[in-house]
């Protein structure tokens, strides 16, 4: 039995490897490295770990959608059937432009903010109301609709101890919402 899904949201491939829409990809390999969940298989069109989080912790399930992000429903979608959880058992960790960078927050469900991974999971899960941990990453200079996917595809310019300690914070979040009572 499966205590929680949780999910980062990225795009596969090397080339997106350390760009700001990746970090929730960088927050799950962290996680997994943290709970000592090292075994992954190709599950549910992502990247799939099984274990607890902690010695004692609940059971969780960490994935990577390798459908790419806009996409990303089609990957989580199946896997929350698969094993059967509510809504509100599925964690998703994302990239948040309206956040500045090194700013981490959770909540259930709320708008979209124009996120294309969150628009795919509203669909195929049927709702908006999982929880979420926003990893900000900051916003670039313009609004421009291409302006600002170039930003999100791009690599962080800010020093890797603050990306890293950004990414720990991030990790920090998941543990409190998944060990809340």
């Not at 969940?37 to 902690?54: K, P, V």
């Not at 929350?80 to 959770?106: K, N, Q, T």
């Amino acid at each position: 039995m499966l205590d929680w899904l949780v999910v980062g949201l990225g795009n596969p491939g090397r080339e997106h490897e350390g760009t700001r829409h990746n970090v929730g990809f960088a927050v799950i390999e962290r996680l997994a490295e943290r709970w000592e969940i090292t075994r992954s298989r190709d599950r549910y069109r992502g990247r799939l770990r099984e274990g607890r989080a902690g010695p004692d912790g609940p059971r969780v399930a960490l994935l990577e959608p390798q459908t790419y992000m806009n996409d990303a429903g089609r990957s989580v979608g199946p896997a929350r059937g698969a094993y059967r959880l509510p809504l509100d058992r599925v964690l998703v960790v994302h990239d948040e432009i309206d956040l500045p960078f090194g700013e981490v927050r959770s909540r259930v469900g709320g708008g979209l903010a124009g996120h294309n991974g969150l628009k795919s999971l509203r669909a195929e899960l049927g709702g908006g109301d999982f929880a979420r941990v926003r990893v900000g990453v900051g916003r670039p200079p313009s609004s421009d609709p291409d302006v600002v996917a170039e930003y999100v595809l791009s690599r962080f310019r800010e020093p890797l101890t603050e990306v890293d300690a950004l990414v720990d914070r991030a990790c920090d979040a998941v543990v409190a919402v998944v060990l809340a009572p």
